[in-house]
């Protein structure tokens, strides 16, 4: 009886028309395609790479792209092509643990400053502000600067910058959530805080966090590249796009092909996202759904 | 309204102090400590006792947070490790290079990106507003960085038009030609923005009523546009532009890079190589101050344009 009262009083879940309108989006599957497409080549680098990333091979250093080499080779004669296979790896787990941990404890706070208000709001908030002032990039330079560049420190690096646009868009709905008849009707069965915002609140506004999580996964990659051509990377010789485009920029005069193809990389890769992204958007901002 | 301002400007205080807050923690994160971070494990304990003195590192911490604040909020951002002079002196000295290379991107971004977001407005789902988005969004997708090298490659390495290096210049046509790369790379990305947020804003307020009525009572659609519609659309535009600021500075570290330009990307990569601590944690805050002052700026600027903010909450 009383969960009948409630799921009465909730909401429908709001997924069919946002699939409906996702499906009918042709741009959105180019973006699910190509994104499809890079995580498959980097789960299956070993399979697909002609060569080992980081193995040497001196008499080869700086071929152009040949029959051999599809990518040519660095200045190391390591084969371009295996290592964007493998760089692939660094960028997409890098790119979405980050996120994964941005948009668990972003959300979080976000939630619980909006079902708490009062002061402890008024902090959160008050934080996520300044650090939405930071630059993503700089935040993210300074940190990686201080805790010093290696895979898990990059990770935090890029977690903490998006942390705060996570804690923004969890908190708005969540103050609207809070006064809607089925949370009131939670509240008066006697359910714990806790069990309202995770079981009442979350999923009404999951989908508005996934949808800034895979534009901010694009973000991500970004600032992983940024940070790798700075030099704040994974050390190498562990093939990263970004390190790689660092590596070939002393050579740019001479070896075009050591920038282009992991520049290429990263672009399509950040492509993807943005289109998926936008696509998401469009398909739960009820204003735009219906042109498709 | 001057209540408002000053309300406005009072926020900022909390988060500046925060922001130096955090400022300070950050730098705390440093694993073992700066001095051992800066003069490496091989120091002798004296060289290392000497430095954590001069750094203020022997206090205990809520001394230390005391005087930081303090010392910061007084304008003093303190000074380089390596070359010795102040935080703002190192700054003073790049700034120019950075902010040329900033407004000059604005200013690519505004002339290009709005009128691209009105075409794509007015002709709404036709080509024209396909290829600008499909423009925007490949805008968007590019980290500073990327762009850079490829029209790098592209423009001074393959067809040899600019050079390579931007180097200060006191002839002014090879001072723009050093400029245009770096300013063209940086304002495409901006123009792509811009596009996007001048369409959306200009289809908000093409579904306006007062629009229509425009329309109804026949007024020319070419001023229907510029004045009646773009008119309002700016509103939003300007305040975005504003925000955009604190990335187009990130954006601009990427590029300075990039070009071999001297700039605030310079200062900052040099400060990373030679763990230069205090300068990292000067740049930081100089930083940081620059965007919250900006944004302070353009919210009250927005207040001033659009007259439906009230100043009374």
């Keep these: 009886m009383t969960d009948f009262a409630i799921s009465q009083s909730m909401p429908a879940r709001q997924s069919s028309p946002v699939l409906r309108a996702l499906r009918r989006n042709r741009f959105a599957w180019i973006g699910i395609g190509l994104l499809a497409l890079i995580v498959l080549v980097a789960i299956f680098a070993p399979v697909f790479a002609p060569y080992d990333p980081l193995k040497q091979n001196i008499l080869h250093r700086l071929s152009p792209p040949s029959a051999d080499f599809w990518f040519g080779t660095d200045s190391y004669g390591r084969d371009v092509l295996s290592r964007l296979l493998y760089g692939a790896r660094i960028s997409l787990s890098i790119g979405f643990l980050s996120v994964l941990i941005a948009m668990v404890v972003g959300s979080a706070l976000g939630i619980l400053a909006g079902y708490i208000g009062g002061v402890f709001d008024q902090i959160v908030m008050g934080i996520v502000d300044v650090m939405l002032s930071f630059p993503t990039l700089l935040l993210g330079l300074m940190v990686a600067a201080m805790l010093g560049a290696s895979f898990e420190n990059l990770i935090i690096a890029i977690a903490i910058t998006e942390t705060a646009p996570f804690a923004r868009v969890a908190r708005a709905p969540t103050i609207a959530m809070k006064r809607r008849d089925f949370v009131e009707a939670g509240r008066s069965l006697g359910y714990t805080p806790l069990h309202i915002m995770r079981v009442h609140i979350l999923p009404n506004i999951l989908s508005d966090i996934v949808v800034v999580a895979s534009l901010w996964m694009a973000s991500a990659i970004r600032t992983e590249a940024s940070l790798a051509f700075i030099g704040l990377g994974a050390l190498p010789p562990t093939a990263t796009w970004g390190g790689m485009i660092r590596e070939g920029f002393d050579n740019i005069l001479s070896a075009w092909w050591l920038v282009v193809f992991p520049s290429l990389a990263i672009l399509l890769t950040v492509l993807a996202l943005n289109i998926l992204g936008d696509a998401l958007r469009d398909a739960i901002d009820p204003k735009t759904r219906s042109q498709g | ?313």
Aim: charged share 15%; glycine share 8%; hydrophobic share 55%.
């Design chain 2, 1 to 313: 309204m001057i209540g408002y301002v000053i309300r406005r400007l009072l926020l900022a205080i909390p988060t500046l102090l925060a922001m130096l807050t955090m400022v300070f923690i950050l730098v705390r994160l440093v694993p073992g400590d700066a001095a051992v971070a800066m003069l490496g494990d091989r120091a002798s304990a004296q060289t290392l006792q000497n430095l954590r003195a001069q750094l203020g590192l022997d206090q205990p911490i809520p001394v230390q947070y005391v005087r930081f604040v303090t010392d910061m909020l007084s304008g003093d951002f303190g000074r380089s490790m390596t070359s010795g002079r102040t935080v703002l002196e190192e700054v003073a000295l790049v700034l120019p290079y950075t902010l040329e290379l900033a407004l000059a991107a604005m200013l690519i971004g505004t002339l290009l990106g709005i009128p691209l977001g009105v075409v794509a407005a007015v002709r709404r789902n036709r080509w024209p507003d396909y290829v600008s988005r499909i423009l925007s969004l490949v805008g968007l997708s590019f980290p500073g960085f990327v762009s850079g090298i490829l029209m790098l490659l592209a423009f001074a390495v393959w067809l040899q038009w600019l050079p390579v290096m931007s180097r200060a210049s006191t002839d002014p046509l090879s001072h723009l030609r050093s400029l245009a790369l770096p300013a063209l790379n940086l304002g495409l990305i901006m123009t792509a923005y811009i596009a996007r947020v001048t369409r959306s804003s200009m289809l908000d307020v093409m579904g306006e009523d007062y629009i229509r009525t425009a329309r109804a009572k026949g007024v020319k659609p070419s001023k229907l546009i510029m004045r009646h519609a773009l008119g309002n659309a700016l509103i939003p535009i300007v305040t975005v532009v504003g925000l955009y600021f604190g990335t187009l500075i990130g954006n601009s570290v990427l590029t300075e890079i990039v070009f071999t330009r001297p700039g605030l990307g310079k200062l900052i990569l040099g400060a990373l190589q030679s763990r230069d601590y205090t300068l990292l944690q000067g740049l930081m805050v100089v930083f940081a101050t620059f965007v919250i002052l900006v944004n302070t700026a353009t919210d009250l600027i927005y207040a001033l344009v659009d007259p439906r903010v009230s100043y009374a909450q």
